[in-house]
Nanobody, 123 residues
Framework: QVQLVESGGGLVQAGGSLRLSCAAS????????MGWFRQAPGKEREFVVS????????RYAESVKGRFTISRDNAKNTVYLQMNSLKPEDTATYYC????????????????WGQGTQVTVSS
């Protein structure tokens, strides 16, 4: 069973930036697509962004396009989420997710989840 450990969350003012990291256990990290989802209080978990096994393909939710950037370092078993121009509506718990060995970046193809890291954006 893979372990996904997120870090980098915190409190930031609107317009600020944060970088989230997710470290994955195991030696097959590069065989899986990775992604980030988020859940705000009282709302369902929603897709944010995903990246293919090699990093060559990405998919972004419309709400974060142009502000968030996903990347991965397969040598370090780590995926990153750079979040710029943060807005209060970005406040949520952010979850790292592992996809399938098909490397699909479609939101429905993510199965394993981390414990989450809290991001709070003040206005």
């Amino acid at each position: 069973q893979v372990q996904l450990v997120e870090s980098g969350g915190g409190l930031v003012q609107a317009g600020g930036s944060l970088r989230l990291s997710c470290a994955a256990s195991g030696r097959t990290f590069s065989n899986y697509a990775m992604g980030w989802f988020r859940q705000a209080p009282g709302k369902e978990r929603e897709f944010v962004v995903s990246i293919s096994c090699s990093g060559g393909s990405t998919r972004y939710a419309e709400s974060v396009k142009g502000r968030f950037t996903i990347s991965r370092d397969n040598a370090k078993n780590t995926v990153y989420l750079q979040m710029n121009s943060l807005k209060p509506e970005d406040t949520a718990t952010y979850y790292c997710a592992r996809g399938l060995t098909t490397c699909s970046i479609y939101p429905r193809d993510f199965r394993s989840w981390g414990q989450g890291t809290q991001v709070t954006v003040s206005s």
